[in-house]
């Protein structure tokens, strides 16, 4: 026999299509943490190594993703 208790959930899409690590950095408080997540799923990175006229070094991207798992509240997942 399964019991199937009611599961709610509450999702923020914060996401902006086209940010690089440095721009979540500056708005990760603001859009993210400001609102008392219980788990964070960031996917981010691609923008960093794909577009040859923004690329950054691979140590600043690093750096950026590293700050990006330290402010985080409970990072569940990074997508690179």
Do not use: C, W
Request: glycine content about 8%; proline content about 1%.
């Amino acid at each position: 026999k399964l019991i199937h208790a009611k599961i709610i959930i509450e999702l923020i899409n914060a996401g902006i299509r086209g940010n690089f690590t440095k721009e979540l950095l500056d708005r990760i408080n603001k859009d993210g943490i400001s609102q008392s997540p219980e788990l964070v799923n960031i996917m981010i990175g691609t923008n960093d190594k794909v577009n040859s006229g923004k690329m950054i070094s691979y140590d600043t991207y690093k750096n950026n993703l590293t700050k990006l798992i330290i402010i985080g509240h409970k990072l569940f997942y990074v997508a690179t």
